[in-house]
């Protein structure tokens, strides 16, 4: 098999971008985006050997920025140029002697899987291989004052992953000489002269150089979803008994809660309230009463086959809250293990769980103990071809 290894530049200084925070490491919907190239290169390549990541001296953010990172890294110290930052991380790469190396800006997020399989396909029959677009717009000599116009139509614009060959392009970095600065690595490769292919780039990986960038790219991952709520509401009778169930949790209260399954009330409440929010009917569609295979069910059953519609229609469940209405059991004592239980079901974090609990003050059913009662919400994303 083809040994790839995949080196980040991460060592910029941003002087365009006129941060504090290096552009590498600001937030991008919740992860750096430093840690959203590196996810992407690796879902992009998944047999990838090792990523090297080349940072700045000292940079104190590298190690959150990797944190629980499922992969080898290695990171290194860059250099006072780019050839020589990449230089230092070509050179952590000679016992593990890759066959192929791909060289990405860390400062390009949205690396795309179908280039990443070109520039590797195109290494077959060349030494080097890059992502290149065309020019769309005129472009024109500009020394202050508009000049000639350029051909664009011999003008490419180039991207990262810049891929090679190890054994071609590891000698030229060996012999690099200390005050060579190229604009690339592919700039390298040529002035060395190597064979270079080339293959369509992609317009999602720019680089985020200005600040304005950084908001496009945060409306680029905003953009495909939409955030839908459903509310489920539920209400069980009490009757004799010792124990009953409240959102997953069995509680020996004195007495029962009634029903045609275990009648746990709260998951009931937040099962609707994830049907809500897909527009999929309700907890009796799925699950009617008068089916005896759901007599005495656990309602776990019905929790799980609405967050298992939630994942079929490619969503994700952002948050949940339930309210519970009685005056009897305490709520409060349990919720840890409510939370944790509804957590565990829906497969998310305990964080996005919610449970609440209040009386009625005494007064309607719920005061006098003859049901309890359980409100809740649900907030997804669901995508927008949806
Ligand atoms: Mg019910």
Redesign the pocket.
Known sequence: MTVVAQILVAAGKGARFKGETPKQYMDLGGKTVLRRSLDNLKAAWPTTRAFVIVHAQGDPLLADAIEGFDGIIVPVTGGSTRCQSVRAGIATLEDLAPDLILIHDAARPFVSKRVIEDVVDALKTNEAAVPVLPIVDAVKAFDGQIGDDLARGHMRRVQTPQGFRFQDVWPLYQTLSPDADFADDIALAKNAGLSIGTVDGDEKTFKITFPEDLEKARQMLGNGTYIATGTGF?V?RTEPGDLLWLCGVAIEAGFALK?HSD?D?GL?ALTDALYGALAEGDIGDHFPPTDPQWKGAESHVFLTHAKDRVQARGGTIQHVDVTLICEKPKVKPHRAAMRARVAELLEIAETRVSIKATTTEQLGFTGRGEGIAAQASATLSLPDHD
Do not use: M
């Open positions: 539920d069980h029903g009648a009330v009931h």
